[in-house]
T-cell receptor, first 114, second 111 residues
């Protein structure tokens, strides 16, 4: 089946620094990738949708200058949390969709900003 | 944006069937019904999906009401490993084929 690899699984960073999270589709071409954020005991919230080679589309209320998304190839998308603050601490999850591949989720990245 | 309603929590005894309901009264004709489940600190895992007809796979069965305004995920014999949050999600072209998660149902399996 389709596999999506997400790294790192956990990251701790200092307030004010930037963190990059990678999402790779290992055995299919992901024409579309999605990024979600999940706070403790809450559901997943869609942050943005990115199509390969195009600018990401952000959901209302999500700051595009703070959460930079790059989807430069059919197998890789990255989310960079810029100038991270403690309130950005969350569980970030990517999902990928492609021809013949069901929506597949990565294993998530636990970000802690101290 | 979530267009589905599920009970917050359910319990089941181990090795008994579980029926997880989902209401989606505003479903459109082209919306697919997807079910995913999520274990703590993990990404959601695909369970099953369908459009109009009932569906079966090795994990579960999906029963879709005739008017498509509700569906039921059926786990035939619950195991402890089935304890998770189950999400029922509609995916349609009018929402850009995106997934908007609702609150899901937290399933507890009692040994």
């Amino acid at each position: 089946g389709a596999v999506v690899s997400q790294h790192p699984s956990r990251v701790i960073c200092k307030s004010g620094t930037s963190v990059k999270i990678e999402c790779r589709s290992l055995d299919f071409q992901a024409t579309t990738m999605f990024w979600y954020r999940q706070f403790p005991k809450q559901s997943l919230m869609l942050m943005a949708t990115s199509n390969e080679g195009s600018k990401a589309t952000y959901e209302q209320g999500v700051e595009k200058d703070k959460f930079l998304i790059n989807h430069a190839s059919l197998t890789l998308s990255t989310l960079t949390v810029t100038s991270a603050h403690p309130e950005d601490s969350s569980f970030y999850i990517c999902s990928a969709a492609g021809q013949g591949a069901l929506y597949t989720f990565g294993s998530g990245t636990r970000l802690t900003v101290v | 944006d979530a267009k589905t309603t599920q009970p917050n929590s359910m319990e089941s005894n181990e090795e008994e069937p579980v029926h997880l309901p989902c209401n989606h009264s505003t479903i459109s004709g082209t919306d697919y019904i997807h079910w995913y489940r999520q274990l703590p600190s993990q990404g959601p895992e695909y369970v099953i999906h369908g459009l109009t007809s009932n569906v079966n796979n090795r994990m579960a069965s999906l029963a879709i009401a005739e008017d498509r305004k509700s569906s039921t995920l059926i786990l035939h014999r619950a195991t402890l490993r089935d304890a998770a949050v189950y999400y029922c999600i509609l995916r349609g072209s009018d929402t850009g084929n995106q997934f908007y998660f609702g609150t899901g149902t937290s399933l507890t399996v009692i040994p």
